[in-house]
């Protein structure tokens, strides 16, 4: 031990500076406590050697499924016998098989794809011994997995279907795969498989169910199972109703029918019914509604995949409309289409209306043709008794309809009704059917008159000739009813000379007549839009008079007659030939009544509205009586000549509407054109051959019973349909 001197401050020597005593005793205490640690120079035991880490109890080996991962904490399989904290890797001796990480004592291994591989963990101590554990990862092979299905189905005898393996399976492991198929009921489904196409075919009617199966090289399976019903020949043994009422429920009773409902295609005259239930032996559907066609025998037919059937049944429609409005009615229809209603029997045909272009070249004009399917009145008889009601159609009438066993619908009631109309152009109430019927009588007498003339000797015209000038008053014959030998006459006034119209009022004509400007508005459109349609579709005038003119007379003899205009063809002929002709090309038109002093009420700007296309109308009817009387053409009935006119102002209006001869138009581009179209549509019942004169059941013989403007499959046309009367 080393010995400590007891500290004794010196003496200070003289002069010396002052020196802190707490400082020296101190810095002495520390030089003594040195000297006894280390002044005696004996060495202390040098530390234990480091010991490498060691394991203990083995790593549970892994299986993996690929893309799967799985860890493993490895902090309880390894310990330092020191104490020191420890540090570690891992290895993957297979890494295209499984791949590892560490973090901290987690070790995390990712399966790659099938196969096996050792892990090899290695825990290192701070000195750097290390220790090493080890343990097994097994990627197992994956099953084959389906990738689309199969959908049961149905097959006709003899029809085939088939599959491509690869479309339906897939092997994650990226394993060629076999394939193999099995039928429940060989006799009637076969199945095979060649290569890896599936190929089932039906045999015979009955169901099977087919398994299609695919394997990977360890006989590992996925497979697809689905049912195939075989079906026999379609065969329609039946209805319920017997007579198909549209738009109700009805029950089509067969065999050969789809258990599948999405595969039985019924369709009634063409058009498709909804099918809502199916057994094996019936199909329950709900019948079309074919807008706007009569009472009718029609095609029931029944697809099945190629397979089909057919047969002819009674389908009649079940609303007012149409079953009882009477001939000549237009209405608009539920799809939105417009429906002229004709009289009906037991004809049809197909004949010549007009002419038509799509490029207005008149070397290119073609014929136009409308074929009609008539009615069946039968059809209604068979029918279930039933009432029907219908609403206000926007026509001034309200009817009640009913039908029985007994025959075709009749008209019990009928009453007239105040109701605005939902749209204004729609054709008008018992006052119009008036007029037309007033019209087709005139017409009717002109095709007599020339039967019984034959053609005018047009030198004998030559003293008619005259020059007019505004002011002049000339005595016409003006009498709706007139013949050769007797009519009334009256006094008119040349108001204007146009380019294409001497302008000629009646002097006693009541109500307020056209204005200067009026009539000038009336020549120049005429000459925009009808003159075109006239010279390239119907010819030029005849020019009896040699003035280049058409003389319009406007006078109250026309409300009188209750018509809108016509076309005497007495005019045509020399007064040698019939003494009351007025010699001259001449149109005879309304002029405004609003007190109805000679027949209904009529406004002025009512004709404003509608003049255009009736100048356009009775100007196509002096044309054609020219061509016929005065010229080589031939004799035409009263319908074609009707036919013909309606045509012209079709043709004028797709000019001023751009709609273009030619194409198929339906109901929302004739709205376009609303307030003119109407009157064609009205008068359309003359181009299908509607006798006004009401003889017999108001038909001309051999004239369609229905026609319809435009394709079947289109939506929004126009079509005509025939009814029945009592």
């Known amino acids: 031990m080393s010995h400590v001197s007891p500290i004794v401050p010196p003496r200070s020597p003289p002069h010396q500076p002052f020196v802190n005593p707490r400082f020296i005793l101190v810095a002495a205490t520390l030089t003594a406590l040195w000297t006894a640690a280390c002044g005696d120079g004996a060495t202390e035991p040098a530390p234990p050697p480091n010991r490498a880490p060691v394991a203990s109890g083995s790593i549970p080996a892994l299986t993996v499924a690929a893309g799967d991962t799985a860890t493993v904490n490895v902090a309880g399989n390894v310990a330092d016998p020191d104490g020191g904290a420890l540090s570690f890797t891992a290895t993957s001796s297979n890494p295209a098989a499984a791949t590892v990480t560490v973090t901290g004592s987690v070790v995390t291994v990712t399966a790659v794809a099938r196969g096996e591989a050792d892990i090899t963990v290695t825990a290192r101590d701070p000195g750097g011994l290390s220790t090493q554990a080890t343990f097994g990862v097994t990627v197992p092979n994956r099953a084959p997995v389906v990738t689309d299905s199969i959908q049961s189905g149905t097959l006709g005898v003899d029809e085939t279907a088939s599959w491509s393996g690869p479309d339906l399976f897939r092997d994650l492991d990226g394993d060629s795969l076999t394939y193999e198929a099995q039928s429940s009921n060989p006799e009637v489904v076969s199945s095979s498989v060649t290569g890896d196409v599936l190929l089932v075919q039906g045999l015979s009617p009955g169901t099977a169910t087919v398994t299609f199966s695919a394997f990977d ?29 549209e738009g109700k429920a009805a029950t089509v009773f067969g065999s050969g029918f789809s258990p599948i409902a999405s595969e039985n295609h019924v369709y009634v005259g063409e058009l498709p019914a909804r099918v809502t239930a199916v057994t094996g032996t019936a199909l329950s559907i709900e019948v079309p509604l ?39 009615w237009y209405r608009n229809t539920r799809a939105g289409n417009g429906c002229l209603h004709l009289p009906g029997n037991a004809l049809g045909g197909e004949y010549l209306i007009g002419v038509v272009s799509v490029s207005e070249d008149p070397a290119s004009l073609t014929g136009f043709s409308l074929t009609g399917t008539p009615g069946d009145a039968t059809v209604v008889g068979a029918a279930r008794p039933r009432v029907v009601v219908g609403a206000d159609l926007g026509t001034g009438q309200r009817t009640r309809a009913v039908t029985d066993s007994e025959g075709p619908p009749r008209v019990v009631t009928s ?65 709706s009813n007139r013949t050769c030998s007797e009519s009334g006459q009256v006094r008119a006034v040349v108001r204007r000379v146009g380019n294409h119209f001497v302008w000629l009022d009646d002097l006693d004509n009541p109500g307020e007549t056209f204005t200067d400007a009026e009539l000038i508005a009336f020549d120049e459109f005429y000459a925009s839009y009808a003159t075109r349609v006239h010279e390239d579709y119907f010819g030029p005038l005849s020019d009896m008079d040699e003035n280049g003119r058409v003389l319009a007379l406007m006078t109250k003899e026309v409300n009188r007659a209750r018509v809108a205009g016509w076309v005497s063809g007495l005019d045509f002929y020399p007064r040698e030939q019939c003494a009351t002709s007025n010699q001259a090309e001449i149109t005879y038109l309304m002029v405004p009544d609003p007190d109805g002093s000679y027949g209904e009420a009529v406004s002025k700007q009512s004709l404003l509205e509608s003049y255009h296309s009736l100048v356009a109308h009775e100007v196509t009817h002096v044309i054609q009586l020219g061509g016929i009387i005065l010229g080589d053409a031939g004799v035409k009935t009263s319908w074609e000549m009707e036919g013909g006119a309606t045509l012209a102002e079709q043709l004028v209006a797709y000019r001023l509407f751009g709609h273009g001869s030619g194409r198929e138009l339906g109901y929302a581009e004739y709205a376009v054109g609303a307030g003119w179209y109407w009157g064609w549509l009205s008068e359309m019942a003359l181009f ?13 013989p051999g004239r369609a019973g229905r026609v319809q403007l435009g394709r079947q499959p289109r939506g929004r046309q126009f079509r005509a349909v025939p009814i029945w009367r009592p």
């Open 688 to 700: 299908f051959g509607w006798d006004y004169r009401g003889d017999g059941d108001g038909r001309i």
């Open 290 to 328: 074919a807008d706007c066609l009569p009472p009718r025998r029609a095609e029931l037919r029944v697809d099945v995949r190629l397979r089909s059937d057919a047969r002819i049944v009674g389908v009649t429609p079940q609303s007012e409309e149409d079953l009882a409005l009477e001939p000549g």
């Open 217 to 245: 090289p360890d006989e590992l399976r996925a497979r697809i199972v689905f049912d195939v019903a075989v079906l026999g020949p379609v065969a329609i043994s039946g209805t319920v109703p017997v007579v198909l009422l």
């Open 415 to 479: 009453q007239s009704v105040t109701a605005a109309r939902t749209e204004a152009w729609l054709p008008a109430d018992t006052l119009q059917m008036r007029w037309k019927r007033a019209h087709g009588d005139i017409m009717a007498r002109n095709e007599a008159l020339i039967r019984r003339l034959g053609r005018a000797n047009r030198s004998a015209l030559a003293y008619a000739r005259r020059e007019l000038q505004v002011g002049d008053t000339i005595p016409l014959y003006a009498d």
